[in-house]
């Protein structure tokens, strides 16, 4: 595998694993992440995984460039030395349709299925967070069967709920705090992907794997109501 770094700005490197998203490139993001957390160098201040890169922003009074370049090509020489680093499942309930997927019926009419089968292959898979951005805890998550793949909106929402699940590309993912977007949207989860007053606020992690379940509406208020209860 070709590895690469280049600049980002004046503060920041960015190594990148190639440009092909397949399971040996999220595993070596996943194990320079876990070199960087185990051996944090003296200038890194922290540092952000992706989809095929991790990107290290550092002290430039501490150390410029290329020794910045140096020393992280030599922490890569260790990378032999990590075990494969495993993935946390998390499943994730999901009331699909209606007013929480208000999007769910172009969805199927786009390739050609009904609502039901968008439903089933949704739920079929299980799938990969990338990484965590755009907004608070929103993880962008891949894995998604090309068969309900559909494209952004034209046209933005300025608006859109907590917790909904939408749809861009061959991508999913979840809305953790409302906010403008336009993926498309099939449903929504009770559960709170992020909570500001935790010491980890973001439920979700680069490197975990997400599976949905669809849930009733009656289960998705009653978790509402009971947000600290078992899962419906």
Known sequence: MNISFSPLGDQAIVIEFGNEINEQTE???RKVSALLESRPLE?????????????????PILA????VKTQLAHLLTQLGEVPSVHSRTIEIPVCYGDEFGPDL????????????EVIDIHTAGTYSVHMIGFAP?????????????????????????ERT?????MQTGVYPIETPGGWQLIGRTP?????????IPSLLWAGDKVI?????????????????AENP
Do not use: C
Request: charged share 25%; proline share 10%; hydrophobic share 40%.
């Open 137 to 161: 805890g929103f993880p962008f998550i891949g894995g998604m069967s090309e068969k309900i793949a559909a494209p952004r909106r034209e046209s933005p929402r300025l608006r859109i709920p």
């Open 43 to 59: 200038w890194m201040i922290e540092f952000i995984p992706a989809f095929t890169t991790v990107s290290i922003f550092y002290n």
């Open 105 to 116: 019926e172009f969805v199927a009419q786009y390739n050609q299925l009904t609502p039901r």
């Open 165 to 169: 699940v939408g749809i861009a590309g």
């Open 191 to 199: 559960l709170r992907l992020f909570r500001p007053e935790n010491d």
């Open 64 to 67: 410029p460039y290329d020794l």
């Open 27 to 29: 595993q070596q993001v």
């Open 212 to 228: 949905f379940r669809e849930i009733s509406q009656q289960d998705y208020h009653a978790w509402e109501e009971d947000p600290d």
